[in-house]
């Protein structure tokens, strides 16, 4: 694997032998994960990111990206949660810039509403509405606005600018496309949103973005293929979820994603989602949260460094490499002087050793996933990396990772209150 998880800076915290011996007790836990046989087995599309490779629809998603962006100067990405974030992750940290991505259906606030079909008068539009079941309200109210913005706009050619992605059946984004002439992309019904990255979910709009996804495919292939064949002793997914789960037992409730590049903030997010939604339904689970260094250094790094001991961090060590830049002279006295000549990205080097060295010796568990250059490939492992380790994590503490039971419990609440 391109990543390399590193558990020095939790040694004190739990042992290798301790590690090892949990690991151990917890492989009737484990096993069933690892051969893709546990929870709901209809929900397991996710664990063959290698069904993508050479597949007709990657093929067409490259075509209609290129259509795209050779049309368009704003592409509106309509989705929520487990529908947007994924991509989201790729696209603001590989994205080229050649189609301005704009996002829509996260919210109910009519001003920001009003703020995404102002952007869009004067420039070429194409829509895509991502949705697993048409009825969540943020994604489904936001394109009935947009789509009737490009009715106005486009006329009879509206259609042609719209572009699904949805389930099959009666009530849902399929039957709506076939009745409007929209062009449509399956979501996987074998995928829960949150898992649904690698998919049309994510490809189109990162291949819109510019970012290529046979690369990302095959970083995921490949991380696939080296996880599960590992010992469980040796899996890196495996250490990582057993060695959260003791820090957990010993009062270490939140996990801190900490990441360098300011893109890979909306990977955190990602992370985020994925292991709230699937963990967050016992009082077992760890309250996942991020960070982006060194911005967040001068906030919540305070807390990090001198308030209650219950946070562990783990650092995402990925980064981009430019020797070019180098801090450059000034006639003007400003007291940078100390900087002179040195690579820009010392400086970044240099904030990450120095919180990782002062939070670890804080008292602060520290893991490190040692990551390298950020490139697609490294965007496919992370993705299987981490979906294969909240299913572990998940197993050890008896929780199933598909469903969400309590953000259904919100919208039924929230559809009496809206008379539906």
């Not at 397991?44 to 368009?72: C, F, K, T």
């Not at 509403?113 to 109210?141: H, M, S, W």
């Not at 690579?343 to 040692?370: K, M, T």
Request: proline share 3%; charged share 15%; hydrophobic share 45%.
């Amino acid at each position: 694997m391109i990543t390399q998880i590193d558990l020095s800076g939790v040694a004190q915290y739990v042992s290798e032998q301790q590690l090892a011996q949990a690991v151990q007790a917890a492989q009737s836990k484990l096993a069933p994960v690892l051969a893709g046989q546990f929870a709901e087995a209809n929900q397991l599309g996710w664990m063959d990111p290698a069904r993508w490779q050479g597949h007709a629809e990657v093929e067409y998603i490259m075509q209609l990206a290129a259509e795209i962006r050779s049309n368009a100067d704003v592409f509106v990405l309509i989705g929520v949660g487990g529908s947007n974030r994924g991509a989201q992750s790729v696209i603001e940290t590989l994205g080229d810039g050649k189609v301005e991505i704009v996002y829509a259906g996260t919210n109910l606030s009519s001003h920001e509403l009003k703020k995404i079909l102002a952007c869009l008068q004067g420039k070429r539009v194409y829509i895509n509405n991502i949705a697993k079941d048409f009825n969540t309200l943020e994604p489904g109210i936001h394109f009935r606005f947009l789509r009737q913005y490009m009715e106005a706009a486009y006329g009879a050619g509206a259609a042609a600018r719209i572009i699904v992605t949805g389930s099959a059946g009666t009530g849902q984004l399929q039957q709506l496309a076939q009745q409007a002439g929209y062009r449509f992309l399956p979501f996987p019904a074998d995928m829960a949103g949150r898992f649904s990255v690698l998919s049309a979910v994510g490809f189109l709009p990162m291949a819109v973005a510019g970012v290529d996804i046979r690369r990302i495919i095959a970083g995921a292939a490949a991380a696939k293929a080296e996880l599960l064949a590992a010992a469980p002793q040796d899996n890196p997914a495996v250490r990582y979820a057993v060695c959260r789960n003791l820090l957990f037992e010993k009062g270490f409730v939140i996990e801190n994603l900490a990441t360098l590049e300011p893109g890979l903030a909306y990977f955190a997010r990602w992370w985020s989602q994925l292991f709230a939604e699937s963990e967050g339904k016992n009082q077992s689970c760890i309250f996942p949260v991020f960070s982006s260094y060194s911005e967040d250094l001068h906030a919540v790094g305070q807390y990090i460094q001198d308030g209650k001991r219950m946070v562990l961090e783990s650092f995402l060590d990925a980064r981009f490499v430019n020797g070019e830049t180098r801090v450059a002279a000034s006639q003007h006295a400003d007291g940078f002087d100390y900087l002179n000549g040195k690579p820009f990205d010392e400086l970044i080097d240099a904030v990450y050793r120095a919180a990782f060295s002062a939070h670890s010796a804080g008292g602060v568990p520290c893991l490190q996933f040692r990551c390298g250059q950020i490139t697609p490939e490294l965007f496919g492992e992370l993705f299987y990396f981490f979906m294969l380790s909240c299913c572990l994590s998940a197993a050890l503490i008896g929780a199933n990772p598909f469903g969400q039971n309590g953000v259904e419990a919100y919208k039924r609440s929230m559809y009496r209150l809206l008379g539906k």
